[in-house]
Each structure stands twice: as C-alpha cells, then as structure tokens.
Nanobody
Framework: VQLQASGGGLVQAGGSLRLSCAAS????????MNWLRQRLGKGPEWVSG????????YYAESVKGRFTISRDNAKNTLYLQMNSLKSEDTALYHC?????????????????WGQGTQVTVSS
C-alpha cells in the first residue's frame, strides 16, 4: 500500500492550496478515505472524510465551509481543496485509508497513513 500526499507549501493567511493523495496497492475505489492533520506537538486530528464513490462528504467544524474533499477513482487520487486558510491550519496533512465500506468515520484510526505533506500558513 502507498499513499503519497503532495501539494503542501507555504501560503499567506486567506490563501488556498490543493492537496492530492495518490493511492496504490489496494482497491482505492472501494474505500472510505479520510484526511487527517497533525499540528506540531499535538496528536492527529480528523479533518474530512468521503465515501468510496464520493457521494457523501464530511468535515470537522473547524474546516467546514472552507475545505472541500473529493476523489477521482479513475486516477486513484484523493484531493483536499483548502480555501481561506488560517494560521491554525498549519500542520502535516495525511491521507488515510479507513475501510472498504461506506460508513462515516471521524476518528484517526487507519491501517495505513501516507507520509504527509506540510502546510504552513503565515499570518
């Protein structure tokens, strides 16, 4: 299994970034997927989740209305569009493989995380 996140970087507050996560080694189109983040010195935090077919999406209150999760199963890729970024969004962002069924999960368990991509928002 591989989950390669990319698209992070340094951005000013109010700016935007689009994260991507390329998946391989498992049947991506069958899995519920999450984005998680980890701020420096803190535990992992659930950010957003999506059904296997993209029909339902879920967001933490802290990002609702600013972030959009999506997926392209033909490309085995998960996305996170992040707008109106705030300094508190600064973190290492990971995509996480959850389970092969469409069931909402807003925890941080995963049998596999990608290595993550760093997002830094300057104020």
């Amino acid at each position: 299994v591989q989950l390669q996140a990319s698209g992070g970087g340094l951005v000013q507050a109010g700016g935007s970034l689009r994260l991507s996560c390329a998946a391989s080694g498992f049947t991506f189109s069958s899995y519920y997927m999450n984005w998680l983040r980890q701020r420096l010195g803190k535990g992992p935090e659930w950010v957003s989740g999506i059904y296997s077919d993209g029909s339902k999406t879920y967001y933490a209150e802290s990002v609702k209305g600013r972030f959009t999760i999506s997926r392209d199963n033909a490309k085995n890729t998960l996305y996170l569009q992040m707008n109106s970024l705030k300094s508190e969004d600064t973190a290492l962002y990971h995509c996480a493989k959850v389970w092969p069924r469409d069931e909402f999960y807003n925890g941080t368990y995963s049998d596999y995380w990608g290595q993550g991509t760093q997002v830094t928002v300057s104020s």
